[in-house]
């Protein structure tokens, strides 16, 4: 068994099988990142390129650390030092970062598609970190096995994901993956940020922050961008927190072990309170490390397809 | 082809012959730590840990190596191995290592074990114990304890089938 494709562009192209082996190979990894020595030669010589068109910081460290502890290569490309200011295009860029012996090529872009772009056009695996409002599909694979590992099991959760769905990619490879593997979603926010429209992905939409966390197994919060503010979204980071926040009042409505999860970086008083944020519920630093051994997974599965 | 080449008496016998061996080397069971290479290796260690206990009267921790990120043959497979979890329940540093396997070939398992291995830490010495040794060896690797010595044409493929698996026990050969 192995990965069909070369790529991971996002979790809508996945079936259930490839997401279940890659949450098993991570397991893997898993117990390798709990080692003293936490490298292992399983990439040795092959090259990994990090390409990324918008600030980041923990997406790109994670994937640089996975790259490195399978022992590939690894160079960092961002966008305001490198030739892309001087006007090169997207395919150009890529093509000479492969013509350096690039086997692996990690790509966040602002706009969406961008993976789906390169994909096709490039022998080096293409692995999508965050293209536009579309997907971030290794977040999604880190989600589902941080649930996996704390209630051990996925299919027949109720999963409540909270905030900006609209903008959130996020929230997008999330409502694939869980779907693909049998949870309830469901959508909780403000009707400018969660369109009635998401409906037809089979999930849940509430207004009511109340209501919607009722028995939930797992409240997956999302990061409200700041530069909404102002946008005619909401009225204001204090008018949101109020309605929308997480607190641990509203946390408790949940069931008695659900646990809070939230992608980072946290705005502490907008979306979340800080004592749900650093409560006994929060699985927000676990993430971070599943992150890791998730990522190495996708990388080690992705080595093995030949085309 | 199929042809038997030990049963389950056989397998038994040469299990006890072995913990025997591993015994008198190592002048007793003190500082030793079994390591199962993933799968078969796994289930031979656990019954010569039993077998040591019997002889001996003290447990010996029985640890299951996954060699797949060691292996050297990762550019030429079609596909990865599969990842399972390393388990060793004991600290390794300055202890006796055995590792274990059911059946030892070209010896590049071995190798790629001992660097799971040397990852896990730094153990006095390491040893080889395999149920059996068909021949053809491309790396410079002998096993201290061997079940049985089976000579094998290259176009045969030798399997190790056991109760832990839900087969009966036995070690067979097979050919085109």
Redesign the interface.
């Known amino acids: ?2 990965l069909k494709t070369k790529d991971l562009v996002g979790i809508k192209g996945l079936d259930r099988d490839d997401i279940e082996l890659i949450l ?2 991570a ?3 898993k ?2 990142l709990g ?3 936490k ?5 040795r ?1 092959k090259t990994t390129v990090n390409l990324f068109y918008e600030p980041s910081t923990r997406t790109r460290t994670s994937f640089e650390l996975a790259a490195k502890r399978l022992s590939t290569d690894v160079i960092n490309i961002s966008v305001s030092t490198s030739s892309i200011v001087k006007g090169e295009t997207l395919q150009d860029t890529a093509l000479t970062v492969q013509a350096l012996g690039a086997d692996f090529i990690i790509v966040r872009h602002a706009c969406s598609g961008v993976p789906h772009f390169l994909a096709p056009r490039l022998k080096a695996s293409v692995v999508n970190a965050g293209d536009g409002t579309n997907e971030h599909p290794t977040q999604a694979l880190l989600d589902l096995f941080t649930i996996r590992e704390k209630r051990g099991k996925i299919e027949g959760l109720d999963v409540a994901i909270v905030g900006d769905i609209l903008h959130s990619r996020v929230a997008k490879s999330n409502i694939y993956a869980l779907k693909k593997l049998g949870a309830r979603v469901r959508l909780i926010g403000p009707p400018t940020l969660v369109p009635r429209e998401l409906g037809e992905l089979g999930v849940e939409i509430y207004s009511d922050m109340d209501r919607g966390l009722e028995d939930v197994d797992i409240i997956m919060m999302l990061r409200i961008q700041m530069e909404r503010q102002g946008k005619g979204f909401f009225p204001s980071t204090v008018e949101y927190f109020r309605n929308w926040g997480l607190t641990k009042n509203r946390a408790d409505r949940a069931k008695k072990d659900a646990v809070v999860m939230h992608p980072g970086p946290m705005n502490r008083g907008v979306e979340i309170a800080s004592d749900v944020a650093d409560g006994k519920r929060s699985v927000i630093l676990d993430q971070v490390t599943n992150g890791l051994a998730v990522r190495m ?1 996708v990388l ?2 992705l ?2 397809v ?1 085309g | 082809m199929r042809k038997e080449l030990l049963d389950k008496k056989d397998i038994e016998r040469a299990i006890t012959r072995m913990a025997h061996e591993i015994i008198e080397k190592n002048k007793g069971v003190r500082s030793l730590c079994l390591v199962g290479i993933q799968r078969g290796g796994v289930h031979i260690a656990r019954r010569l840990s039993a077998k040591l206990r019997e002889i001996e009267g003290l447990d010996i921790p029985v640890g299951s190596l ?1 060699i ?3 292996r050297d043959d ?2 030429v ?4 191995p ?6 060793v329940p004991c600290e390794i540093s300055n202890k006796k290592v055995v590792l274990v396997d059911d059946v030892l070939f070209t010896g590049r398992s071995i190798r790629a074990a001992m ?1 799971a291995v040397m ?3 730094r153990p006095a010495v390491i040893q080889l114990a395999v149920l059996v040794d068909r021949g053809h060896r491309e790396l410079p690797i002998k096993a201290d304890f061997v079940g049985k010595n089976i000579p094998t044409s290259l176009n045969e493929t030798v399997t190790v089938e056991l109760s832990e698996e839900g087969r009966a026990d036995k070690a067979v050969l097979e050919w085109a």
């Open positions: 068994m192995g098993e190979t397991s893997g990894f117990d390798v080692r003293d020595i490298k292992v030669p399983a990439l010589g997974a080690y599965l080595g093995g030949r | 996954d797949a990120l060691y990762i550019n497979r079609k596909e990865q599969v990842v399972r979890r390393t388990e660097d990852d896990l830490g």
